[in-house]
């Protein structure tokens, strides 16, 4: 009977042990999920891409948090920035210093090293390096090896089509021409990226495509097309809707068309005061999207990376709208008042939000390192920047900094002296501490060795008395 019972429990444990492992077969292959419970509907996958679309549309705008600052939109993509060209002022700021893949907007850069570091008519050569990595799918011209164009013309492709090889020659070949080479190119692009004032990316190649450990961020993409403001070669290239590079000895003809929705007339994300930007998106990155717009009165970068769903050109164009229309400018040279500047050296316009005066800004001078009157008058909202100007600083003023960097020293060397004395009163004090300390010590010594004399007496009169009496 015992055998049987244990037979029994065996087998039931044999059978409990391999309906486990069918469970988990059927949980790997994504089968044999729980139902809902009672009462609970099951979600659609269309449901199920509401819920991450509201989740990311609802996640914080920082900016927003700013009391008395205008509230923006919320977007569908995890970063946005809108930043103002002149004065460099953020306008919005969602997640703008995490790190995101940015897919083709990398270009941008790319552009940037080219126009600063080589001529529009140098030569470009497409070697084998410049097209064996392209992989199916990759947006590319169709360049072969050994084709010859020019700077100009790979730039075009490199915008415009978004071409992946044009991007990978355009860098290997102003590296050669610069006397360096591709990966010159590449520390190039990291550096400039810095010197702009970015600090959260690493750019791994120049096209963009996917790189674990290549990646930025929306204030330094921001910082990034603020500075193409500078090169108008730039907008003449990304503001053509068609471009042709012409068949000769070295390449055949290559045809291709702009790629950015809000600069096409006629498109229905079309905007009219958009003026230049660069498209972007891989599986990784998902949607990103730069775009320069310029109303008249003012000049905006958009920058919006990881967006969900097809939302990338709607946020940007809530964006643009929310910045022309919730902020003006200010001309510190006319309104500055304050008896600390003599002059403002700079013509340039900081900005505010449209119900905001001059008087109600923060204005902090950061005097220079080299020049004795001159400095940086930088103003700010509520604790958000606003802008800076370069300024000459008054004779008050610079007489209260001297005044206050003697009063500085003056309590430095007293604060020395102090020390001394109590370094002093120190010493005295261990020198009194330790001639107690020797004192008590040689009365102790005399006592002992009094008392021992004391008893060597006494044991010599006993020893007397011993022998008279023998």
């Given at each position: 009977?015992?055998r049987?019972?244990?037979?029994?429990?065996?087998?039931?444990?044999?059978?409990?042990?391999?309906?486990?492992?069918?469970?988990?077969?059927a949980?790997?292959?994504?089968?044999?999920?729980?139902?809902?419970?009672?009462?609970?509907?099951?979600?659609?996958?269309?449901?199920?891409?509401?819920?991450?679309?509201?989740?990311?549309?609802?996640?914080?705008?920082q900016?927003?948090?700013?009391?008395?600052?205008?509230?923006?939109p919320g977007?569908?993509?995890?970063?946005?920035?809108?930043?103002?060209?002149?004065?460099?002022?953020?306008?919005?700021?969602?997640?703008?210093?995490?790190?995101?893949?940015?897919?083709?907007?990398?270009?941008?850069?790319?552009a940037?090293?080219?126009?600063?570091?080589?001529?529009?008519?140098?030569?470009?050569?497409?070697?084998?390096?410049?097209?064996?990595f392209?992989?199916?799918?990759?947006?590319?011209?169709?360049?072969?090896?050994?084709?010859?164009?020019?700077?100009?013309?790979?730039?075009?492709?490199?915008?415009?089509?978004?071409?992946?090889?044009a991007?990978?020659?355009?860098?290997?070949?102003?590296?050669?021409?610069?006397?360096?080479?591709?990966?010159?190119?590449?520390e190039?692009m990291?550096?400039?990226?810095?010197?702009?004032?970015?600090?959260?990316?690493?750019?791994?190649?120049?096209?963009?495509?996917?790189?674990?450990?290549?990646y930025t961020?929306?204030?330094?993409?921001?910082?990034?097309?603020?500075?193409?403001?500078?090169?108008?070669?730039?907008?003449?290239?990304?503001?053509?809707?068609?471009?042709?590079?012409?068949a000769?000895?070295?390449?055949?003809e290559?045809?291709?068309?702009?790629?950015?929705?809000?600069?096409?007339?006629?498109?229905?994300?079309?905007y009219?005061?958009?003026?230049?930007?660069?498209?972007?998106?891989?599986?990784?990155?998902?949607?990103?999207?730069?775009?320069?717009?310029?109303?008249?009165?003012?000049q905006?970068?958009?920058?919006?990376?990881?967006?969900?769903?097809?939302?990338?050109?709607?946020?940007?164009?809530?964006?643009?709208?929310?910045?022309f229309?919730?902020?003006?400018?200010?001309?510190?040279?006319?309104?500055?008042?304050?008896?600390?500047?003599?002059?403002i050296?700079?013509?340039?316009?900081?900005?505010?939000?449209?119900?905001?005066?001059?008087?109600?800004?923060?204005?902090?001078?950061?005097?220079?390192?080299?020049?004795?009157?001159?400095?940086?008058?930088?103003?700010?909202?509520?604790?958000?920047?606003?802008?800076?100007?370069r300024?000459?600083?008054?004779?008050?003023?610079?007489?209260?900094?001297?005044?206050?960097?003697?009063?500085?020293?003056?309590?430095?060397?007293?604060?020395d002296?102090?020390?001394?004395?109590?370094?002093?009163?120190?010493?005295?004090?261990?020198?009194?501490i330790?001639?107690?300390?020797?004192l008590?010590?040689?009365?102790?010594?005399?006592?002992?060795?009094?008392?021992?004399?004391?008893?060597l007496?006494?044991?010599?009169?006993?020893?007397?008395?011993?022998r008279?009496?023998?």
């Amino acid at each position: 009977m015992k055998r049987r019972k244990w037979k029994g429990i065996a087998a039931l444990a044999a059978i409990l042990w391999i309906c486990a492992g069918v469970s988990a077969s059927a949980a790997e292959a994504g089968e044999g999920e729980a139902p809902p419970a009672e009462g609970q509907v099951e979600l659609t996958e269309e449901e199920k891409l509401q819920q991450e679309l509201d989740a990311v549309y609802a996640m914080p705008v920082q900016s927003n948090e700013t009391e008395g600052w205008p509230q923006g939109p919320g977007t569908y993509g995890e970063a946005a920035v809108v930043m103002e060209v002149e004065s460099g002022a953020i306008l919005y700021a969602k997640n703008i210093d995490e790190h995101h893949f940015p897919a083709s907007i990398t270009k941008l850069l790319t552009a940037l090293v080219a126009f600063e570091n080589g001529e529009f008519a140098d030569p470009v050569v497409f070697s084998h390096e410049s097209l064996a990595f392209l992989e199916p799918g990759d947006a590319y011209i169709g360049m072969k090896e050994g084709n010859q164009i020019t700077l100009e013309q790979a730039l075009y492709a490199t915008l415009l089509a978004s071409a992946n090889e044009a991007a990978y020659a355009v860098a290997e070949n102003v590296g050669k021409n610069a006397g360096h080479d591709y990966a010159w190119f590449l520390e190039q692009m990291n550096a400039r990226c810095r010197e702009l004032g970015g600090e959260n990316s690493n750019f791994m190649n120049p096209h963009g495509l996917h790189d674990d450990n290549h990646y930025t961020c929306a204030r330094d993409m921001a910082l990034i097309g603020r500075e193409l403001f500078s090169h108008p070669e730039f907008f003449n290239i990304v503001q053509t809707m068609n471009y042709t590079i012409p068949a000769s000895e070295t390449t055949e003809e290559h045809i291709f068309q702009q790629k950015h929705k809000m600069l096409k007339e006629g498109n229905a994300y079309y905007y009219e005061y958009a003026v230049g930007g660069k498209t972007g998106y891989t599986d990784q990155a998902l949607s990103t999207l730069v775009t320069m717009a310029d109303n008249g009165s003012m000049q905006l970068v958009c920058v919006v990376l990881k967006t969900h769903g097809a939302n990338v050109y709607p946020d940007t164009r809530n964006l643009l709208e929310y910045g022309f229309a919730n902020f003006r400018k200010e001309l510190p040279a006319a309104n500055e008042k304050s008896e600390d500047v003599a002059q403002i050296l700079d013509e340039k316009n900081i900005v505010v939000p449209a119900g905001a005066e001059f008087k109600d800004l923060e204005m902090e001078i950061v005097p220079d390192e080299d020049t004795a009157d001159e400095g940086l008058l930088v103003y700010s909202y509520k604790g958000s920047p606003a802008g800076s100007v370069r300024a000459v600083l008054s004779q008050s003023y610079l007489d209260k900094q001297k005044a206050a960097e003697e009063q500085e020293k003056k309590s430095a060397r007293k604060g020395d002296e102090e020390s001394g004395k109590d370094k002093k009163s120190g010493m005295t004090v261990n020198r009194q501490i330790l001639k107690k300390c020797f004192l008590g010590a040689a009365g102790v010594l005399f006592v002992v060795l009094s008392a021992v004399l004391v008893k060597l007496l006494l044991d010599s009169k006993r020893r007397g008395k011993k022998r008279k009496k023998k």
